[in-house]
């Protein structure tokens, strides 16, 4: 809810004499505070996370390009010394001084990037052949110690995002031999896997108070992947590939990739219905408005792919605004009825 609207009901409040005056000022002053001290904090962590970033590209940078020149000990020296000293800083911050200083959080966000910056300089200077999959497993196997000892987001954040790329790259070593078909479906299979073990980990961390605070986070990467996977598959492409046609080239001989595609457009309307309802039913107003948004990107990528090879494209805009006007029209004439429903959920 924006700050306008709740100083809307604490005015509609103080006509209707269920609180004071000066109640009224006391509670307009703490939402004041608590909204900018809140924008603050999202602020300075956007601030912190662009800065770590830079952080550690530079260093990694700045090594790389006079790597040739270091000796061999020191070379030793600064592979360890990359993750160990913004490691220990964090250690000291967080653990030891229980505070939660800037530099801190800037160290603790480094570390990780850090962790796979030593681990691809160590294998360049004793010219081990690193495979890529175990790179990044190794790297991975390394971030762990910072999400079970800080137990910070931005820890859950590195590390669900290092297993995701890690995944991709086991996957392209699997099926490196496999036709497009199988491709399709084994990556499908590994995307919807990964997306349920986050999802299962959400719900265990919402049972735990130290972990409660990630469970969101955790959620909201499952239901991205989910619907980024099942909105691929509402394309054409998708069914006719699955079912050894390519899209590109080969016409398919049979209209079986059709009811395929329906039921996979279903599927995904489907989904978006149970996330607006789950939303809803949790009082996440703000998210539910995000799927109505997805569904709505949906339908005008639908819209585009089915009418922009039949019309004049001059028609086809107007056709195009006509529809969503008188959609917007529709949404605005129902919007009671709309949040009626949404107070019924409480």
């Known amino acids: 809810m924006k700050k306008k ?9 103080k006509e209707k004499n269920i609180i004071t005056e000066e109640q009224g000022i006391c509670m307009e002053k703490d ?13 300075v962590s956007i601030l912190l996370s662009m800065g770590a970033v830079a952080i550690g590209a530079g260093i990694l940078l700045l090594i790389a390009s006079n ?4 000796p061999r000990i020191v070379k030793l020296i600064l592979i360890l010394l990359l993750p160990l000293i913004p490691f220990a800083y964090t250690y000291y911050d967080f653990i030891v001084r229980g505070q939660k200083g800037i530099f801190g959080r800037v160290a603790n966000m480094l570390s990780p990037a850090l962790v796979g910056g030593a681990l691809a300089l160590f294998g360049q200077t004793y010219n081990l052949e690193t495979n890529p999959v175990s790179f990044m497993w190794m790297w991975c196997l390394f971030t762990v110690p910072f999400v079970l000892l800080f137990k910070k987001r931005e820890n859950v954040f590195s590390l669900t995002v290092l297993v995701g790329i890690a995944l991709l790259v086991q996957f392209a070593d699997w099926v490196g031999y496999q036709n497009e078909s199988q ?6 299979i590994v995307s919807l896997v990964y997306a349920g073990a986050l999802y299962g980990l959400s719900r265990l961390a919402d049972s735990s108070k ?8 955790l959620r909201s990467f499952a239901s991205w992947i989910t619907t980024i996977l099942l909105f691929i598959t509402t394309f054409n492409w998708y069914s006719q590939e699955l079912l050894g046609y390519s899209y590109w080239s080969d016409a ?5 990739w059709i009811v395929l595609a329906i039921v996979f457009n279903i599927v995904f309307i489907l989904f978006l219905v ?11 107003y703000r998210r539910a408005f995000g799927v109505v948004r997805i569904f709505a990107l949906y339908l005008l990528v639908k819209y585009i792919v089915l009418f922009s090879d039949m019309f004049d494209t001059g028609l086809f805009m107007i056709i195009g605004g006509i529809l969503f006007v008188g959609g917007g029209w529709y949404l605005e004439k129902k919007k009671s009825s709309l949040i009626e429903l949404m107070k019924s959920e409480d």
């Open 274 to 284: 149970f996330m607006g309802y789950i939303r809803i039913k949790n009082q996440e």
């Open 31 to 43: 939402v004041r505070h608590s909204l900018s001290e809140k924008s603050g904090r999202h602020f």
């Open 252 to 256: 398919p001989q049979s209209n079986a």
């Open 67 to 70: 790597w040739s020149g270091i």
């Open 210 to 217: 130290i972990w409660k605070k990630n469970s969101n986070l």
């Open 183 to 188: 491709i399709i479906i084994l990556q499908s």
């Open 5 to 13: 609207e709740i100083f809307e009901f604490i005015n509609s409040w």
